[in-house]
């Protein structure tokens, strides 16, 4: 929570003339910018930031200071370095915000930007942001340009050209891609890469502004550019610094392959320009570039990612981690671990060789309990983030005791794959042996020249008390001062055995000699001992918490005085040494980034091992199909999020589709009766099928598809401008133009967003649609009990509905899929479970009765057969009689005529003796 903020801070007339006067003058920003200044010992924002930081950071506007030049007004709110700093993490990680930070203007108004932050850019906020936290996810940002491809100058072809940059990874990477107008491929790029910042040209063009509501509904922060941003001119020239070539490579970057994607370059050269990054030598040479191969990930878009709870919502109170497929699987013990499942959670594969590679490991993994655990419990969550260490050493702001966390790391390597040894020793595994043993003994061998230097440079002797220092023997003087600081160390110590006898308390036991990095040396004793210190005068009382009450006397103080001079000292003559360590561990950084990526790994496998073997019920190894096999078959799936809720009891359920027999299923019942939950649980067994992962299921049969799309629930995007109702066309559109044979589509209630005739209208067109035109796997859950009646028609479209039991007004859902439509509606009975007055209720029930379009269904002497064949026959009676009227319409009849030849043609409709036309007309008349 924000502590208070300071007020007692005040400006002269002359001072808030002059500020309120520039401030103005600042260029026009949006509202996602948060603008700070600098003023020495705190922070202040100003106007609209002020007054939204005191809203949503303080939780109160009474902290509001209005300060007046003339007419001029400026609302201003002081913010304390500690506030400044978890803000900002606030900001720039969950909002998605962007920052600037002007300085050097407190007291002259002569102020400059000195730093600007955004989702995508974090660069000069790292080191606030993750010095005591490791970075979870990764800032990439992207820049999307649409032109043409001058390869095919003859027939120039409309492409988008894509580019993102990532700073963590450190990784360059290109794409062009054909899109239809509603960039739905595009789309479904954005949320695989996982951007959190995209660059667009700055223009008003029709185009342009699709293209700004797609990536902003992909929960994107867009940042406007100016066109010339987009220029390639210098592009080949930054890339020669910015490329870590192969050695012994002429940097040329004109000879790249992926400078033939000229769209996609001009992306590129737009994020270099944002990010600045040729300005500082730390990034030259660094970068790798590679091309995205999109074809090779199934197509997963922003609306399937929102549909399935694949990723956590943002800024969502009480969220368990267990509602999303990411919260589910991250077991991950490392950092760059959870970075990696993050990835993969996005890209699902359609390569099978990959996917089963992945598979091999899990089942490898979940088949030896006690590796398994070892790995989990022990071995993984001692790996430092190797990613990021590397990193630090590349930029030169590495510290010794980072180089001690690489060696610490590395230390731990060996243990870890003796431990893979041993279960490939019982169970021999090739993909176990290639994936990780070989290369993790080979890495481990290209770093044994990096441990031995830090064991011969690094004093070990000190590390446990948290001191980084060289060892002595590297010169005389760092002998002399070594020499000195362990005299005034013995010094100490017996000033540990005088306070344990002033106090009369056990030395070493009850009374301890600690030192640490805020005080240096002290005594320590506990909570409960604390009263005898505080009690003697004798001691200068430091500070009291749960580990106890630290405190000095007079001579420990004088001591720790000169072995602070004396440390200072010594560090400050060890920095050439400590230099040239780091230097040399600089050439490790490739061996740390390959070695990041193995166990990065290697941990997201060991997580979906733990997910599988230890969930209500185990999940089990899905048997992978070709892509066009034309066959899914899943028996007693589970929702993987809703089994691991408190008191559910998961009743699981099948569905099998067959190219040519059985592509579409539409599922009705009453609400919560889990038809949601069904549809949702089949496409999440697809994704985790797809990124390696075993599957909720007691058997699983899945081919490799090209999407997973969905459109389930009716979120509201207003603040987007979209209506609920255009949301489901947008995404239902989307969903239509890329499903193939070899998708899986997932639809929930579509329709409801507009009157009953259209919704139900719109929806059998889409479903007769789905069905007979691109027959990808479908799962349709509707209220539109008249679209159950297409089973009739098309024999690829089957009828399911969740059982439900209904006796003395009660409602029982049973949670099981059926065969067959459900043949009642149970939104009365929803409504006395929903405590509605009996009065309401009641009414209900009344207008039920007159209003009831299936009346014949309540008749139990029809059968279900008849039933069937009656209202059809009915819906054509009905429609042929509404063909006649509109012919007799169009016959220019004089009234008396015209009323003559309807009554006859009411007579005709009468005469045919349909039950569920005569029930519709006793309602009308």
């Known amino acids: ?136 996810e990764g800032s990439a940002v992207i820049a999307i340009r649409v032109g043409t491809n001058s390869q095919n100058k ?29 960039f739905s491929n595009t789309e479904a790029l954005i949320v695989q890469l996982a951007a959190k910042e995209c660059l667009l040209v700055s223009d008003n ?22 066109r010339t941003d987009f220029s390639v001119d210098n592009l080949a020239q930054d890339l020669n610094r910015l490329i870590k070539f192969k050695e012994g490579q002429q940097p040329n970057a004109m000879a790249l392959p992926q400078m033939n994607m000229t769209v996609a370059a001009s992306s590129l050269a ?42 956590p919502v943002a800024n969502v109170t009480n969220f368990s ?74 930029r030169n702001r590495a510290t010794m005791q980072d180089c001690y966390r690489v060696y610490q790391g590395v230390s731990k390597l060996p243990s870890l794959v003796q431990t893979l040894k041993s279960s490939n020793e019982e169970n021999p595994h090739t993909t176990l042996q290639t994936v990780f043993i070989n290369t993790l003994e080979e890495q481990i061998k290209d770093m044994s020249k990096f441990q031995e230097m830090l064991e011969s440079t690094l004093d070990m002797t000190l590390v446990d008390r948290g001191e980084f220092l060289i060892k002595p023997e590297f010169d005389d003087e760092l002998k002399e001062m070594r020499s000195k600081m362990d005299n005034l160390e013995s010094k100490m110590k017996k000033q540990l055995t005088a306070a344990a006898a002033e106090l009369g308390l056990p030395e070493h036991k009850s009374i301890k000699l600690e030192s640490n990095g805020q005080f240096g040396f002290f005594f320590r004793v506990s909570l409960k001992e604390g009263k005898l210190v505080t009690q003697n005068k004798e001691f200068d009382l430091l500070d009291t918490h749960k580990a106890g009450v630290r405190f000095r006397n007079s001579k420990l103080t004088d001591l720790n005085e000169d072995y602070s001079e004396l440390r200072k000292q010594y560090l400050e003559h060890q920095k050439d040494i400590v230099s040239e360590v780091i230097g040399v561990a600089c050439g490790y950084c490739n061996t740390l980034q390959y070695l990041s990526s193995i166990l990065a790994t290697l941990d997201v496998l060991v997580s979906f091992a733990v997910v599988a073997a230890s969930a209500p019920t185990p999940y089990v190894r899905p048997k992978m199909l070709p892509s066009g096999t034309g066959t899914m078959n899943l028996k007693q799936a589970r929702h993987p999020c809703v089994e691991m809720q408190d008191s559910v009891s998961y009743i699981p359920n099948d569905v099998r589709f067959q190219q040519d027999s059985a592509t579409l299923y539409l599922i009705t019942g009453p609400n919560m009766g889990g038809k949601s939950t069904y549809i949702r649980s089949i496409g999440i067994v697809a994704l985790l099928a797809h990124i390696g992962s075993f599957v909720p299921c007691e058997e699983a049969e899945i081919p490799i598809l090209d999407a997973i799309l969905a459109r389930v629930g009716a979120n509201d995007s207003q603040i987007k401008g979209m209506s609920t109702f255009m949301v489901e066309m947008v995404e239902t559109s989307s969903i239509i133009r890329r499903a193939t044979s070899n998708s899986l589509v997932i639809i929930d209630e579509l329709g409801r967003g507009t009157s009953t005739y259209e919704g139900c209208g719109i929806a059998s067109a ?100 008849d039933k069937t064949k009656i209202l059809k026959e009915g819906t054509n009676i009905i429609d042929e009689f509404l063909v006649k009227c509109k012919d007799l319409k169009s016959q220019n009849l004089s009234k008396n005529e015209f009323s003559s030849k309807f009554q006859a043609l009411k007579d005709d409709v009468k005469n045919k003796k349909n039950i569920y036309v005569e029930a519709l007309l006793n309602k009308v008349l």
């Not at 649609?769 to 539109?784: E, I, R, V």
């Not at 009642?824 to 009344?846: L, M, N, R, T, Y």
């Open 1 to 136: 929570m924000a502590s208070k903020p300071s007020q007692n801070f005040s400006l002269d007339k002359q001072q808030v003339a002059t500020f309120i006067t520039y401030y103005k003058s600042l260029p026009e920003k949006p509202a996602t910018t948060i603008r700070f200044f600098n003023r020495g010992e705190f922070y202040t924002v100003h106007g609209s930031d002020a007054i939204f930081t005191a809203r949503e950071w303080f939780k109160t506007t009474s902290f509001i200071k209005t300060y007046t030049s003339g007419e001029d007004t400026l609302e201003s709110l002081f913010v304390n370095k500690g506030n400044f700093e978890a803000y900002i993490r606030d900001l720039l990680l969950v909002r998605h915000y962007r920052v600037e930070v002007y300085t050097g203007g407190s007291k002259t108004n002569n102020w400059t930007l000195e730093f600007k932050g955004s989702p995508g850019n974090l660069t000069q906020f790292e080191e606030l942001l993750f010095e005591n936290v490791d970075q979870i």
């Open 154 to 182: 003859a027939n120039p072809i409309k492409v988008v050209g894509i580019a993102l940059l990532d700073c963590i990874e450190q990784k360059m990477s290109l794409c062009e891609i054909t899109d239809d107008e509603y």
């Open 205 to 226: 063009s029709p185009e342009g502004e699709i293209l700004k509501k797609v990536i902003e509904r992909s929960g994107v922060l867009v940042t406007l550019r100016k």
């Open 270 to 311: 737009a994020i270099i320009k944002y990010l600045d990054l040729t300005s500082n030598q730390e990034n030259f040479a660094q970068f790798n570039i590679e091309t995205i191969e999109n074809q090779c990930l199934v197509h997963v878009d922003s609306a399937a990612l929102n549909a399935l709870s694949i990723i």
């Open 321 to 394: 981690k267990h509602h999303s497929v990411f919260g589910l699987l991250d077991k991950c013990r490392t950092s760059h671990g959870r970075r990696l499942l993050m990835q993969w959670v996005r890209q699902p594969l359609r390569d099978m060789n990959a996917i089963n590679e992945r598979h091999d490991i899990v089942e490898a993994l979940v088949s030896d309990t006690e590796v398994r655990h070892e790995l989990f419990d022990d071995h993984l969550r001692r790996i430092p983030d190797f990613q990021s260490l590397s990193k630090k050493l590349q």
């Open 766 to 865: 889409i479903v007769e649609y789905l069905a007979k035109d691109l027959k990808p796997f479908t799962l349709f859950a509707t209220h539109f009990h008249e679209l159950t009646l297409l089973a009739e028609e098309i024999p690829t479209i089957h009828n399911l509905h969740v059982s439900a039991m209904t006796s003395q007004d009660k409602l029982t859902h049973l949670y099981q899929v059926k065969s067959g439509a459900c043949d009642q509606s149970f939104g009365i009975h929803v409504a006395k479970i929903a405590k509605f007055p009996p009065q309401v209720v009641q009414d209900a029930e009344q207008k039920l009765e007159e209003l009831e379009d299936f009346l014949i269904m309540e008749d139990k002497s029809i059968s279900d057969e």
